[in-house]
């Protein structure tokens, strides 16, 4: 588990935070993974999304991994 200080700011924050948990694992760089869960946690309602804006923000959507 990884509990980070502080939340990720974007998607690719989180994103790379998720496969960075990819070097915790002691298998071959060439396995294939079926399933993997990653978790998000302590949402604030849209009221308090002033704390992060950029997250709302029309343009907020990535492209996918």
Do not use: H, I, W
Request: aromatic share 6%; glycine share 8%; proline share 8%.
């Amino acid at each position: 588990m990884v509990t980070r200080d502080a939340p990720p700011a974007s998607l690719d924050a989180f994103t790379d935070t998720a496969l960075s948990l990819l070097s915790r694992v002691g298998l071959a760089e060439s396995t294939r993974y079926r399933l993997v869960g990653v978790g998000l946690s302590g949402f604030r309602d849209r009221e308090d999304a002033a704390a992060q804006p950029e997250l709302f923000a029309p343009d907020a959507g990535a492209e996918p991994r």
